[in-house]
Nanobody, 124 residues
């Protein structure tokens, strides 16, 4: 059973940084994609970035490219989202998700397993 647990959210001033972590377990193969998503109140869920564990390929949404960086550790049990130059409009609940695949996607409907989310609030 795949389990995902996010951490690292919090309150930060505009222009600041946060690093989110996603602890992943239950994988038996490297053929997984881990994605980061967010959802603000009253807004649609937005795909931000994903990483293909088998080869490290990454994808980014235009809204975060150049500000956010996705990475994994050598064990591939942790996936990180480094968020720099944060803006108030980045305020949302952030989720990591997993799907058994070797093709990355930012479409949430393709993901099978989700974490519980972590709140990120960016003040003016």
């Amino acid at each position: 059973e795949v389990q995902l647990v996010e951490s690292g959210g919090g309150l930060v001033q505009a222009g600041g940084s946060l690093r989110l972590s996603c602890a992943a377990s239950g994988f038996t193969l490297d053929d997984y994609v881990i994605g980061w998503f967010r959802q603000a109140p009253g807004e649609e869920r937005e795909g931000l970035s994903c990483i293909t564990l088998s080869d490290g390929r990454t994808l980014y949404a235009d809204s975060v490219r150049g500000r956010f960086t996705i990475s994994t550790d050598n064990t591939k049990n942790m996936v990180y989202l480094q968020m720099n130059s944060l803006k108030p409009e980045d305020t949302a609940v952030y989720y990591c998700a997993a799907v058994g695949s070797v093709t990355g996607t930012l479409v949430g409907a393709f993901y099978d397993d989700w974490g519980q989310g972590t709140q990120v609030t960016v003040s003016e």
